[in-house]
């Protein structure tokens, strides 16, 4: 069967870094999306990577290692506005998006 | 303003009745999607539509249909609404279907089915 696999909460501090993992069983591979969505409101894309490697986008950079089935989300100089939970999304060899139930992450000052 | 509308709301329906979610984007995108969502579930994948004439099923279509008739609108029908169809209900479309084209997400129809 398919798999993603996220924690389901994390804590951090206003101005801190943190780490959200993701790791991943698809029937096939065909890149790893990271989408943000805060409570009460629609998904919004974050990131996309199909090459192992980090790929940086201001604050949020986002890595993949395709042999481990691994990647993460780096949120950097947190923001309370960075309260959401993540959505991490796998393209399987359909070119359906497999979810993961998400990381809800909570920001405190 | 450019994006994807969904209607209703909100929705609160007797078990038995038929319903049918709007949803309508304006971004000429050629492939649309209907998803659920429900606590402690990823999103999870109803019908999709990669093209105006065309429609496939998803993960969850049972108890769903969708048509296609343009490129615009892609409504989701429930023929007779059952309690475990109680659930937030996205639509979303991408320029091309079967790519790694990002999706973009209407805000949502929270349906309650009792």
């Known amino acids: 069967g398919q798999n993603i696999d996220q924690p389901t909460e994390m804590t951090a501090t206003e101005g801190a870094i943190v780490q959200i993992n993701c790791t991943y069983q698809t029937s096939g591979f065909n890149g790893l999306f990271w989408y943000q969505q805060h409570a009460g409101e629609a998904p919004t894309f974050l990131s996309y990577n199909v090459l192992d490697g980090l790929e940086e986008k201001g604050r949020f950079s986002s890595f993949l290692s395709r042999s481990k089935g691994y990647s993460y989300l780096l949120l950097k100089e947190l923001q309370m506005k960075d309260s959401a939970s993540y959505l991490c999304a796998v393209l399987d060899s359909n070119y359906q998006l497999i979810w993961g139930a998400g990381t809800k992450l909570i920001i405190k000052p | 303003i450019a994006g994807i509308t969904q209607a209703p709301t909100s929705q609160i329906l007797a078990a038995g009745r038929r319903m049918t979610l709007r949803c309508t984007q304006d971004m000429r995108h050629n492939a649309m999607y209907w998803y659920r969502q429900d606590l402690g579930l990823g999103l999870r994948l109803i019908h999709y539509?990669?093209?105006?004439?065309?429609?496939g099923k998803g993960e969850v279509p049972d108890g769903y249909s969708v048509s296609r008739a343009n490129t615009d609108d892609f409504p989701l029908t429930l023929a007779s609404a059952v309690p475990s169809q109680t659930s937030v209900y996205f639509c979303a479309s991408s320029e091309e279907g079967s790519s790694y084209n990002e999706q973009f997400f209407g805000p949502g129809t929270r349906l309650t089915v009792l």
């Open positions: 539509s990669n093209t105006a004439g065309t429609t």
